[in-house]
Structure formats: C-alpha cells, structure tokens
C-alpha cells in the first residue's frame, strides 16, 4: 500500500524568506502523480503544483517549485518570496493506478510579517 | 475553470437525524466523483468513490449504510449520513474529476466542504 509521509506538523518563515517543507512516500509503482495542496483556513483545498513520475524535470509554478527524487521517493516543496497569502496548511499527495488520492498528514505554514 | 460546489457549507442537525450533503460540478460532467472526511487539525480521508450510474466503492472500515452515496447523474453526487450521532460531526469534501481530454490528467477539483454539527 503506498503511504505518504510529511515529518514537519508546523513550519514557520519570515515574509519575503524561503522554506521548504517535506514529504516522502513510499510505493511500488513506477508511474504515478505527485501533488501538492494548500488548504487555508477557508479549507478549500488548493492545488499549488503537481509533478509526474515519468518527467525528470522538477515542476515549477511561480514561487513554488518542488525537488522530486524519484529513487529516494521524495518531493519537497519550495515557496520562494513567501507572502502572507501562503499562510496554510500544505499537503502531499500521491495518485497512483487507482485514481485516488493519498495524502499526507499536512504541514501548518505560518508566515511571519 | 472547473468548479465544484458543495451545499450546505454548514449543517448543523440532531442525534438520530439523516443528513444529505450535495456535490456538484458546475461547468463539467464527471463521472468519478470522491468523498473525503476530514477532523480537526487533520488530513484527508477518502471515504469513498462515486462512479456515475454505478453503486459507490467505499474505502476499508467505512460503513457504507452510514454514509451513503449516490451519483445519478454527471454533474451531482450526494452523501447522506444516515442516523447521524455526535462521532460523525466532522468535515466533509467532495472532489470531481475532469473528464479525459480536458485539463491535465485526471487532475482532481474540490468542493469547499460542509462542517456537519451533530448534537
């Protein structure tokens, strides 16, 4: 059964600062979908980025980018200039064969003024 | 955009009551729809999928005639809490996906949720 991981319960960052939050995961799929979410305190769930297992390139949306290590099933996430706005809670999520959505057990960012 | 609407945002109902949460997909047919739970300070539990014209596939230890669900058409898929008591006030989402050759792979769209109250 895959599983996914996220080490860090709470985060905190300066406005304007960089952080990185973690996620590991485990399966024995080779093709699968990474994502990962943000959920503010509205609790709409927000897609920030998603990366393909196939594609060596690490994705990147703007001020979000992600290091996907495939052999040591890791996917971080880097929020580079961090805005209030990014105050959430952020999670990993693996979509394998089956469709479904597996997900992390979330990281509260806070970010300081 | 996909946009998936959930209604009510906010219920709050008796011990022993049935509760209906609908789900729809606004400006799409989807055929899969997921339900997912999630308690305070927590993460996304999957509940279950709902797959159009079929009976849903609920997930291990989810009691499915507690929670039942129903997708009789494209674009709505309903969950009802049936005899609902106090242990299921939680969080509830829905997610939709878009159908194939529109967006990117199957990419999942989420409902802003319903808080259910049960006192």
């Known amino acids: 059964a895959q599983t996914v991981t996220q080490s860090q319960p709470e985060m905190s960052v300066q406005e304007a600062e960089t952080v990185t939050l973690s996620c590991t995961y485990d399966?024995?799929?080779?093709?699968?979908?990474l994502f990962w979410y943000k959920q503010p305190p509205s609790r709409q769930m927000i897609l920030v980025i998603r990366?393909?297992?196939?594609?060596?390139q690490n994705a990147t949306e703007n001020r979000f980018s992600v290091n996907f290590q495939k052999a040591a099933k890791s996917f971080s996430l880097k929020i580079s200039d961090s805005q209030l706005g990014d105050t959430a809670m952020y999670f990993c999520?693996?979509?394998?064969?089956?469709?479904?959505?597996?997900f992390g057990t979330g990281t509260l960012l806070a970010v300081q003024p | 955009g996909a946009v998936v609407s959930q209604h009510p945002s906010w219920v709050i109902c008796k011990s022993g009551t049935s509760v209906k949460i609908e789900c729809r997909s606004l400006?799409?047919?989807?055929?899969?729809m997921f339900w997912y739970r999630q308690f305070p300070k927590q993460s996304l539990m999957l509940m279950a999928t709902?797959?159009?014209?079929?009976?849903?596939?609920?997930e291990q230890g989810v009691e499915k005639d507690k929670f039942l669900i129903n997708h009789a058409s494209l674009t709505l898929s309903t969950l009802t809490v049936t005899s609902a008591h106090p242990e299921d006030s939680s969080f509830y989402i829905c997610?939709?996906?878009?159908?194939?050759?529109?967006?990117?792979?199957?990419?999942?769209?989420f409902g802003p949720g319903t808080r259910l109250t049960v006192l």
């Open positions: 709902s797959n159009e014209g079929s009976k849903a596939t609920y």
């Open positions: 400006d799409f047919q989807a055929t899969t």
């Open positions: 399966t024995s799929e080779n093709n699968y979908y």
């Open positions: 999520a693996f979509r394998g064969a089956t469709n479904k959505l597996i």
């Open positions: 990366q393909e297992a196939y594609k060596q």
């Open positions: 997610s939709a996906i878009l159908p194939t050759g529109r967006g990117s792979a199957d990419e999942q769209f």
